[in-house]
Every structure is written in C-alpha cells, then in structure tokens.
C-alpha cells in the first residue's frame, strides 16, 4: 500500500482525518457494507500525490525541453485495470 512518512499530515492537512486511526477500513469493507468515505480519502490522496510528484513534474520538464509528454500509466482505461494491476505491483 502506498504510503510516505508525510502522508498522514498531508491528509490530515488535506480531508482533517487520521489515517492511522482507520488503518483497519483501507483493507476491510465496513461491517454494514457501507461505502468508507476513509477508503476514498485515502486513495483520492494517493492519487493526487502522485499526480503531483511523478506526472506535473515530468510533463513540466517535457514542456521546458520542447518535448511531447504523451503516453499511460499502466491499465488507465479502466478502474479495473488500474484495481487490479496496482494489486499485483
């Protein structure tokens, strides 16, 4: 599971929730089947993160050098293909 030393402050500062108090919810579905909006806060931030620190940095030095930044992260087409291949990584 992605995670850095600053992650909890980021999404603390971000959503105003402690991951680390609901560690339990990012594995297991809530008892009641109900949507954790916990799950979602986590995985939203993951995403943004990266976005952040791996795409806008690249696609910035691309547009610095005169370079087309084109191309995918694995199995993009679809929320399975991204579920399952984040899985297995």
Not at 32 to 52: C, G, K, L, V
Request: proline fraction near 3%.
């Amino acid at each position: 599971m992605p995670y850095t030393t600053d992650f909890n402050k980021t999404c603390f500062n971000k959503y105003g929730v402690n991951i680390e108090d609901h560690l339990p919810v990012l594995i297991w579905e809530n008892e009641d089947n109900t949507i954790s909006p916990i799950r979602y806060y986590y995985h939203e931030h993951i995403a943004q993160r990266f976005a952040e620190s791996f795409s806008y940095n690249i696609g910035d030095w691309c547009a610095k050098h005169g370079i087309a930044f084109t191309g995918h992260v694995m199995n993009e087409s679809s929320l399975l293909g991204q579920t399952v291949k984040t899985a297995l990584c």
